[in-house]
């Protein structure tokens, strides 16, 4: 899968693409992340990207003409590249007035082949550029960030960690919140006691069936008391 960043800071994703899973995913060629720098599409030599508002007001706003000149470019590479991109990635925008990003939406994209995401900055970006250049715009949740650049970390590592082979055990992904329909059941590891505080001592039998059992039960308390509208969608 590729991953295409459109941002005016690619220099802040190196700490978060250098550790764990999505270092490890990179590096086995289970995805291929490039960070495109928007300053690169300027079309001054100032390298601008940004202007006034039309109609006056506070702030800037991301042009348009460098924003249709990168994905066009990133899709111009993947055309060009022995990958299944046919060309047209999906272009997402990292926006506030999005839809919530949530766990079957990490899923379905991880089915695709090429996602193109869109960081905003400033006030956001020119509304040609949502008209006629972005697919779908993305939230990740009712707050306001200074910009797309977290939000779009948020939605390659909730998608990175689904691609086949990206975690050592596959298994462990079934039973985390959201994936079955219920919250995760609590953890346990050593020591057996710690201040005075025992692990229950069904996780202590050896009794796969039970330990199963309990661990279901307590997901299932745990979602009801904090999440009940997770219960009707459990489909276990
Ligand atoms: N003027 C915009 C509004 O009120 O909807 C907010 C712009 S915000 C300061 C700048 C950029 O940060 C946005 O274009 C978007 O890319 C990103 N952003 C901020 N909050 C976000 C959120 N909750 N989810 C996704 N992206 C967000």
Redesign the pocket.
């Known amino acids: 899968m590729r991953f295409d960043i459109i941002t005016i800071f690619p220099e802040l994703f190196a700490g978060a693409f250098d550790h764990g899973i999505i270092r490890r995913a990179r590096q086995t060629g289970i995805v291929d992340v490039r960070l495109v720098n928007l300053r690169d599409f300027a079309l001054d030599r100032h390298r601008s990207v940004d202007d006034r508002p039309y109609g006056g007001g506070e702030?800037m706003v991301l042009m348009p003409g460098p924003l249709f000149a990168a994905v066009e470019s990133c899709r111009g590479a993947a055309r060009g590249r022995d990958i299944e991109a046919t060309g047209d990635g999906e272009v997402i925008?990292?926006?506030?007035?999005?839809h919530l990003w949530s766990q079957p939406m990490a899923r379905a994209l991880a089915g695709r082949s090429h996602v193109i995401l869109?960081?905003?900055?400033?006030?956001?970006?020119d509304q040609r550029v949502l008209d006629a250049l972005v697919d779908r715009e993305?939230?990740?949740?009712?707050?306001?960030?200074?910009?797309?650049e977290i939000?779009a970390m948020v939605v390659l590592d909730s998608v990175i960690r689904l691609l086949p082979g990206a975690l050592g055990n596959e298994e462990s992904t079934k039973n985390e919140s959201f994936s079955a329909g219920l919250l995760d059941c609590p953890h346990y590891t050593r020591p057996a006691e710690f201040r005075g505080m025992p692990v229950p001592e069904v996780l202590l039998s050896g009794n796969h069936a039970e330990i199963e059992r309990w661990r279901r039960s307590k997901a299932l308390a745990k979602t009801l008391a904090r999440r009940p509208e997770l219960v009707e969608t459990d489909d276990k």
């Open positions: 702030g925008l990292l926006s506030p007035q999005g869109i960081c905003g900055r400033y006030e956001g970006v993305v939230s990740i949740g009712d707050f306001i960030l200074s910009g797309g939000p």
